[in-house]
C-alpha cells in the first residue's frame, strides 16, 4: 500500500514539520525532565543540607514536646498535627515548585516553545480497539517500554548496591544522638541521590536523541504525499499569482480612468508616458495620476487624444518623472520647475483654442536636473567601462 511504513522512506519537509509542530508532534523527553528535576532537588537539599538538619532538629524536637494541658485534651492532637503538616509543606513546597519548574525548562530545551490546544481535540479515531492494539505492539511502545524496565532495573541495581555497602553506617544512626544522627543520615542520603542522578542523566542522554529520531521516523513522507503536498504548494502560489494579477489589472484599469481628467501627458515618445494633473485650489504640487512604459504608454497617449488632452514630446522630462514618481503621488521638489514650465505651455494652449485662435508660442524644452534624467546615468556607466553610448 501506499501508505504503509515500508514506503515511508522520504524525511519530512519543512511544510510536514511545520504543521506537526502545530499538532503537538515535539520531540519531548521524559527522561530529561526526570533527571533534571532530581538533579534540582539534589543539588538544592545539598546546598541547603545544614539549613534543613537545623529545622529538621527543631521539628521533631517540637512535635514530641507534650504538657499537661496537651494530654489532658485529646482532641487537639489533630490542630498539632495540622500545625507540623503546615511546617513540613512550607518546606516541601518551593522544593516541588524548584523541580517543577527546572523539569518544564528541560521540556523546552528538548523541543522548544510550542503553545497548541490541539492535542486537547477529541478524536474518536483513537477509540478504535484494533488501532489501539496496534499502537500497543508498536516499536516505538517496544522502545518506550523496555528503556522504562532498563531505568527502573538500573535505579534498582544502584539502590541496592548503595544500601548494601553503607548499611552499617545507617544501623550506626541509631546510637548517635539526634542531631548527628540527622547531619550523617542526610550525607548518606545525599550519596546514594547523587548515584541515582547519574544513572538518570546517562539514560537522558540517550534518550534526548532518540525521540528526535522516533519523531522523524513518525514523521517521514511517502512519494505520493511529497508530490501531493508540492502540487498543494504550487496550486497556492498560483491562486496567489493570480490574486497579484487580477490587483495589477483593477490598478492599471483605475490608473487608465483618470487619464481622460488629466492636465498634460508628457511622452518619450513612444517609451514612456506620464499623466500629470495639477488643480491649485486642492494641490499642493502637480500628482502623477497615471504612468506606463512601452505597451501602456501607448494606451495612455490615445486615452489622451480621445480625451482632447494636450501629449508633450519631452524626452528627459518623461524619463525623470517615470523613474522618480508613483501613481498618486505628488512629483519632486526638484522637477517642480519644469513640469511648471509644461503646464504654463498647456495653459497658453487652451486659451488660444478657447479665443478660436493658434498657440503662437512653440513647445517649451523643460530644464531636468541631469542626475534625475536615467539616460545620462546609462551614459556615464557605459562611459565608466569604456563603452560608446
Known sequence: MADSSQDRKLPATPRRLDKARKEGQVARSRDLGHFAAFAAATGLLAAIAPLLTGWLTRLLAHGLRFDAALLAHPESMGERLGELALQMLAVLAPLFGVMALVAIAAGLLAGG?????????????????????????????????????????????????????????????????????????????????????????????????????????RLRMT???????????????????????????????RMLAAVPTADLVVMNPTHYAVALKYDDQTMAAPRVVAKGADLMALKIRDLARDARVPVLQAPPLARALYAHTEVDAEIPARLFSAVAQVLAWVYQLRDAMAAGRGLAAAAPVPDVPADLDPANDRADSAANQGVEP
Open 223 to 253: 512519494q505520493q504525499e511529497v508530490k501531493q503536498e508540492m502540487k498543494e504548494v504550487e496550486g497556492n502560489l498560483q491562486i496567489k499569482g493570480r490574486i497579484r494579477q487580477r490587483m495589477r489589472e483593477m490598478a492599471n484599469r
Open 113 to 217: 516553545w510550542n503553545f497548541t490546544l490541539q492535542p486537547l481535540t477529541p478524536k474518536f479515531g483513537k477509540l478504535n480497539p484494533l488501532s489501539g492494539i496496534g499502537r500497543l505492539f508498536s516499536l516505538q511502545q517496544l522502545v518506550t517500554t523496555l528503556k522504562a524496565c532498563a531505568l527502573a532495573l538500573v535505579l534498582g541495581a544502584i539502590g541496592v548496591a548503595y544500601e548494601s555497602r553503607q548499611w552499617t553506617h545507617h544501623a550506626e544512626l541509631l546510637a548517635m544522638p539526634l542531631p548527628a544522627a540527622l547531619a550523617s543520615g542526610a550525607g548518606l542520603i545525599q550519596g546514594g541521590l547523587v548515584l541515582l542522578c547519574a544513572a538518570m542523566g546517562l539514560f537522558a542522554l540517550v534518550d534526548v536523541p532518540l525521540q528526535r529520531q522516533q519523531l522523524a521516523r
